[in-house]
């Protein structure tokens, strides 16, 4: 397993490597300039020589790509074009937005969409089954703007129970940033009322957010539970008079929940990458829309090293997936 | 069983954590009752009708966007300025809600006319930055120095300083700043400058505490004065925390040199969207916000809310280039293929412009109805524009003067066309550009006033291709503003109430030629604009300049649009704002009722 784990750490160098020149070509092929983006009306041409000389933007491609993989060595992510903050400082300070959101989405997703797809594959053909079909359609189908700003509108405009925006209270609570996971920098401050306050805030963002993971969830696992319930196991211990929630959660479930695994895991590197159409209705400060003002400003330094750094999460993200693996399942072994 | 016991809990917990929440009281209800968490402040209590300011409460007002940069002398957009201007103050400032009215903020007084080229400003006794370090003339100086001597690296984010002190060095506009005495500053400049004192009430101007500047090496390219949270100003708030795209958290400076401010906390957020601004607003979160949608102003006064306009300071125009199609040509047929445009000479297809003929442009200013366009697109608070200078500029009148309003007559602008050869059987074609994935004050919906205006043309007997570009991009800022279209909306929103700053940075001359975006070569303009940028009497001044309009709106050059009057939203409680033209807006006298 070691050595597994080893290797596939290695690989990362040729894997971002390859990220870091297609990020840098790519966006240099884009239709635009930092320079314009930064100067607005105000672009005149001196002005937007001066600025492209001033961000080395006049330089040959290969010298600038060789700079920032020099940078990349001193592991220099270097600084956006835009606001001069250094990039990495700036992923710490919205990364963990972005963690708290696809956690409170994965728990929505997950307490939700393995219990249903179990239901609705052991009731097949069901009214309950045909029901969850379209359910989680819906769920895929229904764009996140429209169900964002339909929750908002609801929960917290109609019917005001819930926080439209934000992370916290920022009128009644003043927590001071250690962690930057708005729910536990409120514990540290001994903030309990912020801490409820916090996890109010993430609950229709969370939702609108872990719509489309529920119904994909939801839908792997019933077509998973389907096939173990078929298996000869099952069926043995069901002959041999096994309570049904043993199982249920000793044979089929855990059986059952390697597909789920791999697209829970595909899932968590998909939304720590940034929920850019839910950050932006919920005014959440997390590293998708950081990555988007990015890409719209032509801000190459932020893409580059942003969308870096995103990638070798997902590739951890599912490396921890495949080590799982070897848990839920005791036969699966790397070398 | 087992399943619906999972669904039951997390219905549970959703429903316990909304209880929780409805027992903590909203934040309106609080305001009147609770202090802050963090303030020991006395509570702000009611001012029972009485309409006399109280201390007290958090405001959280919500911008489009929270500052490209702390680093004022590094900043060049409105929303910037409204975080730093709460920190950071100038020498001297445009007077609440006006755009001509010169106060003095750090300084107490100054002399200097506009054909001088001598500056002196008397300093306020007993100013200290935020970092207890006193203001004083050597403080001043060194700030000036700074931005005349940026590394080049830099220079390009002051975009105000080198656009109006004639870029940087020792060969710029100033010579020299003397710190006379402990509290007396001296600028000397090289050729009396009318419009000096306008354009340092800037923010980017703002005189920030030397020894910040120092300790964050702030002259460096590796410099943090930008990033860092430092107590570096003299405004009536004071920087506590900033996390870019979530929140500024300012604090009130106890000791400011004049009566502090009323709020303990101001938090300004960042909601990009309108829509959601507004939501954000009817939903509590904010207690304020900039920038309403024109279409939204109903729905906020409806609700109970109240609606601040801020008269405009901005105009829409049309540029009209006759001479794009050269422009585009010869840039394909030049060596350096690196600039070839062959998708827009594709889109010209080698035929000459139209544009070229005064009448065909005259037909495209007669035929628009601008006035028609104020209801639907700026909600009915903007106004169509007959000159560049909008009707809050103090140079309006004088300026008017010399332009003759176009009146629209669809008839009259198909006569036109025909006059000039045009018909229904060999109509002027033109490509009008409008920009997407933007709005601006002047501009609330480009593709709306683009379908409607290119109606309108089309009525008159024009041929109209639609074209568009993303805002951001070079295919439209930099096309439009080198000259590459034959049609084009942009707009500007003043700096300072001057009509330099309208008609002189769009027309002036550069090396004897007209400016590319619209190639606008009309004899005698240069002279013109010279003449009116260099004079220094106020009435001979306004003269110049209308000369120089005349001769602009005469060969149409372009057609201003409209101006379009912004808004700002509050709730009941928010008190005693004050929007000003130009954006530039304080806090400070703002107070919380708590009702």
């Given amino acids: 397993m070691g050595k597994f784990i080893l290797r596939r750490l290695l690989l990362l160098i040729p894997i971002l490597l390859g990220v870091t020149l297609l990020i840098f070509l790519f966006i240099r092929l884009l239709p635009g300039d930092p320079a314009s983006a930064i100067l607005g009306e105000r672009a005149t041409p001196e002005a937007t020589e001066r600025v492209r000389n001033a961000l080395g933007l006049d330089r040959p491609l290969h010298e600038q790509y060789l700079e920032y993989l020099s940078g990349l060595a001193r592991l220099d992510l270097g600084s956006s074009f835009l606001t001069n903050r250094d990039v990495v400082d700036d992923f710490l300070q919205r990364f963990p937005a972005t963690v708290e959101l696809t956690a409170a989405a994965l728990l929505f997703a997950l307490t939700l969409g393995i219990p249903l797809g179990m239901l609705t594959a052991k009731r097949r053909g069901s009214w309950m089954d045909s029901a969850g079909t379209v359910l989680s359609l819906v769920g895929i189908s229904i764009p996140i703007f429209f169900l964002g700003l339909m929750l908002k509108w609801l929960f917290a405009i109609e019917v005001p129970i819930l926080p439209d925006s934000g992370r916290i209270s920022l009128i009644d609570y003043n927590i001071p940033r250690v962690t930057n996971l708005m729910t536990v920098d409120a514990a540290l401050a001994g903030e309990w009322g912020g801490v409820v306050d916090a996890l109010r805030h993430l609950i229709l963002p969370g939702i609108a957010l872990g719509t489309i993971p529920l119904a994909i969830i939801m839908r792997i696992t019933r077509a998973s539970v389907i096939d173990v319930l078929n298996e000869d196991y099952v069926r043995t211990a069901n002959a041999k008079g096994l309570p049904s929630v043993i199982v249920d959660s000793r044979h089929v479930l855990r059986n059952a929940l390697l597909p789920v695994v791999t697209v829970i895991g595909l899932q968590t590197g998909l939304l720590l990458g940034g929920a850019i159409l839910t950050e932006t209705i919920f005014g959440w400060g997390g590293v998708g829309k950081w990555i988007y003002d990015a890409v719209v400003n032509n801000d190459y330094q932020v893409i580059q090293s942003g969308v870096l750094l995103l990638a070798l999460i997902f590739v951890l993200v599912n490396l921890a997936v495949d080590v799982s693996y070897a848990f839920l399942n005791p036969r699966i072994r790397y070398s | ?595």
């Fill in chain 2, 1 to 595: 069983m087992r399943t619906w016991r999972w669904v039951s809990v997390l219905a549970m917990l959703v429903l316990v954590l909304a209880a929780c929440g409805q027992q903590a009281a909203s934040p309106s209800e609080s305001e009147g009752s609770e202090a802050p968490a963090d303030s020991a402040e006395p509570a702000p209590s009611e001012s029972e009708g009485t309409g006399e300011p109280v201390a007290g409460g958090t405001l959280v007002f919500a911008g489009a966007r929270l500052a490209a940069s702390l680093d004022p002398a590094r900043t060049s957009d409105g929303e910037s300025f409204r975080v730093l201007q709460q920190i950071y103050e100038p020498l001297i400032d445009l007077a609440p809600g006006s755009s001509s009215e010169l106060v003095g903020v750090l300084a107490e007084s100054w002399e200097g006319e506009p054909e001088d080229t001598t500056y002196v400003f008397n300093l306020r006794e007993g100013v200290t930055f935020h970092d207890g370090t006193p203001l004083n003339a050597e403080a001043v100086k060194i700030n000036f120095d700074r931005m005349q001597n940026f590394v080049e690296e830099i220079q390009g984010d002051a975009y105000y300083y080198g656009q109006f002190m004639d870029g940087f060095g020792p060969d710029n506009l100033i010579t020299s700043v003397e710190a006379t005495d402990e509290l007396t500053v001296t600028i000397n400049l090289r050729e009396p400058a009318p419009t000096f004192l306008y354009q340092i009430t800037l923010t980017p101007f703002s005189i920030v505490s030397p020894a910040i500047l120092e300790s964050t090496n702030a002259d460096s390219v590796d410099g943090t004065f930008g990033t860092d949270v430092v107590q570096g100003g003299t405004g009536p708030f004071v920087l506590e925390d900033y996390v870019p795209e979530d929140n500024a958290t300012l604090v009130r400076n106890e000791d400011y040199w004049d009566t502090p401010a009323y709020l303990d906390r101001l938090i300004i957020r960042p909601i990009a969207d309108p829509a959601a601004r507004l939501q954000a607003l009817q939903g509590e979160s904010v207690q304020g916000f900039d920038l309403v949608n024109p279409s939204d102003y109903e729905t906020v006064t409806d609700e109970g809310f109240s609606l601040l306009e801020r008269l405009s300071f901005n105009t829409l125009y049309l540029g009209i280039t006759p001479t794009a199609r050269e422009t585009v040509a010869a840039l394909t047929t030049d060596d350096d293929t690196e600039n070839d445009r062959t998708d827009l000479e594709e889109i010209y297809g080698g035929e000459e412009s139209p544009l070229q003929d005064l009448a065909v442009r005259q037909a495209v200013a007669m035929a628009i109805d601008k006035e028609a366009l104020i209801g639907p697109f700026y909600g009915g608070r903007g106004a169509a524009a007959d000159t560049f200078l909008p009707e809050t500029s103090a140079w309006a009148e004088a300026v008017a003067a010399g332009v003759e309003p176009t009146t629209f007559d669809a008839d009259g602008a198909r006569d036109l066309l025909e006059g000039a050869g045009f018909t229904d059987e060999n109509p002027a074609t033109i490509n009008f550009w409008f920009p997407t994935e933007v709005t601006r004050p002047y501009m609330p919906d480009p593709a709306g006033l683009h379908q409607a205006i290119k109606q309108m043309l089309e009525d008159a007997g024009f041929v109209v291709n639609s074209q568009s570009d993303i805002w951001d991009s070079p295919g439209y800022l930099f096309d439009g503003q080198n000259g590459y279209y034959d049609m084009h909306f942009l707009g500007w929103t003043g700096d300072y109430d001057d009509p330099e700053n309208f008609y002189g940075v769009h027309f002036g001359y550069s090396q004897g030629e007209p400016a590319a975006q619209f190639g606008c070569a009309v004899d005698g303009l240069d002279d013109a604009i010279n003449t009116a940028t260099s004079e220094t009497d106020e009435a001979a001044r306004g003269e110049a300049w209308a000369t120089a309009a005349g001769l602009i709106h005469e060969n149409v050059c372009f057609v201003t649009i409209a101006h379009g009057d912004t808004a700002l939203a509050f709730d009941d409680t928010v008190q005693d704002y004050e929007p000003n033209p130009t954006g530039s807006e304080s806090f400070r006298t703002v107070w919380l009722s708590g009702e």
